[in-house]
């Protein structure tokens, strides 16, 4: 039998497995729900904020069966923070949100300080992932970052921002060249830590958004930034990119993670037409998993396999009031229907 870290690692290395891993990334793809947060005993909020909780919140997602793999952060806040954005840290029902934006104009990135990793959330993770890496055990660590757009649309108003790629252009190539030089940092810190794989979750640079153009000027090239100093450290990448890719296929395989990451909305089987022989990771509907029946949610995760999806995953993460027994159906369907095969 494959350990949960064996098992990813193939499946990176295009390598056979016995079947596809299930995990959940966290950051944006948060794995966490309210029923896991009441049977730990945790305060969400504290979590956001402690080490110590933060892993052992990770940690149980694992042993009560619903992944196959750790991960901080359980929210796409912590970045903002820690370039002066007031953030709402949420309850055990809602994850942190910013609720006040430090500048207000790309030209203003200078006012912005470059992250402490010493101290705030920032340091919350990497003290987080240290404690899972202590473990020593075979379940694989992720780190996650705030993609490169929906980092800088946090700290300012992203309507503003959006429209300041194309009238203010030189100012926003600077402001984002800051950002993805401290979040790249924060990444670098994490697979420090003890990081096996660092996932990009950039749900505000779409295609939809921003356009072809925009989309391969902007989101493509600062996330690649990033992938390139993963890669120089020897660790893997996913990148998670909301809404349709049917306009920005060509541009989208041109994002050089060993992963990429899709919402329920993309057909993985076509997908897979558009992106050759890459990695594809998802989408079970996070919708199903909290609203619907756990044998729909088994029948979803079959035909992601059957679609050619080489890792299965929530589309966006978990609702918080997904229950436990909806969760675990993924990985059921994926290990029933391997001991069926194995029998």
């Known amino acids: 039998m494959?350990?949960?870290?064996?098992?990813?690692?193939?499946?990176?290395?295009?390598?056979?497995?016995?079947?596809p891993p299930c995990i959940c990334p966290g950051g944006m793809m948060n794995m966490v729900t309210e029923e896991l947060?009441?049977?730990?005993?945790?305060?969400?909020?504290?979590?956001?904020?402690?080490?110590?909780?933060?892993?052992?919140?990770?940690?149980?997602?694992?042993?009560?069966?619903?992944?196959?793999?750790?991960?901080?952060?359980?929210?796409?806040?912590?970045?903002?923070?820690?370039?002066?954005?007031?953030?709402?840290?949420?309850?055990?029902?809602?994850?942190?949100?910013?609720?006040?934006?430090?500048?207000?104009?790309?030209?203003?990135?200078?006012?912005?300080?470059?992250?402490?990793?010493?101290k705030g959330r920032s340091s919350t993770v990497i003290d987080a992932i240290k404690i899972l890496k202590a473990k020593n055990t075979e379940v694989p660590i992720i780190g996650n970052i705030t993609g490169p757009i929906s980092t800088a649309s946090s700290i300012m108003e992203p309507v503003v921002f959006y429209k300041e790629l194309r009238k203010n252009n030189e100012k926003a190539h600077e402001y984002m060249t800051f950002i993805t030089k401290q979040?790249?940092?924060?990444?670098?810190?994490?697979?420090?830590?003890?990081?096996?794989?660092?996932?990009?979750?950039?749900?505000?640079?779409?295609?939809?958004?921003?356009?072809?153009?925009?989309?391969?000027?902007?989101?493509?090239?600062?996330?690649?930034?990033?992938?390139?100093?993963v890669k120089r450290l020897g660790k893997r990448s996913i990148v998670h990119i909301c809404g349709q890719m049917k306009n920005v296929y060509k541009e989208v395989n041109k994002i050089e993670s060993d992963v990429l990451s899709f919402d329920s909305i993309v057909s993985i089987s076509e997908a897979k037409k558009n992106l050759g022989n890459r990695l594809i990771m998802g989408n079970v509907s996070t919708y199903t998993i909290e609203f619907g029946e756990m044998q729909k949610i088994a029948d979803m995760t079959k035909?992601?396999?059957?679609?050619?999806?080489?890792?299965?995953?929530?589309?966006?993460?978990?609702?918080?009031?997904?229950?436990?027994?909806?969760?675990?159906?993924?990985?059921?369907?994926?290990?029933?229907?391997?001991?069926?095969?194995?029998?």
């Open 183 to 229: 979040i790249t940092e924060f990444a670098i810190k994490q697979i420090e830590a003890g990081a096996d794989i660092i996932a990009i979750s950039d749900p505000s640079g779409t295609g939809e958004i921003l356009g072809p153009k925009l989309f391969d000027e902007f989101a493509v090239k600062y996330i690649n930034q990033i992938i390139a100093e």
């Open 37 to 118: 947060i009441k049977l730990c005993e945790i305060s969400f909020p504290d979590a956001h904020q402690n080490p110590q909780q933060m892993a052992d919140l990770s940690e149980a997602v694992y042993k009560e069966g619903c992944f196959e793999n750790y991960g901080v952060p359980f929210c796409m806040t912590v970045e903002a923070e820690e370039f002066g954005a007031d953030i709402d840290m949420g309850s055990n029902i809602y994850e942190p949100h910013v609720i006040n934006y430090n500048i207000s104009s790309v030209s203003e990135w200078e006012k912005l300080e470059a992250i402490d990793f010493s």
């Open 2 to 19: 494959l350990t949960p870290k064996e098992r990813l690692e193939k499946v990176l290395n295009h390598q056979e497995v016995d079947r």
């Open 303 to 343: 035909k992601c396999v059957l679609d050619g999806s080489d890792i299965i995953s929530p589309a966006c993460g978990l609702g918080m009031k997904s229950s436990l027994k909806n969760v675990r159906s993924m990985l059921s369907a994926l290990t029933e229907g391997d001991a069926k095969n194995n029998a």
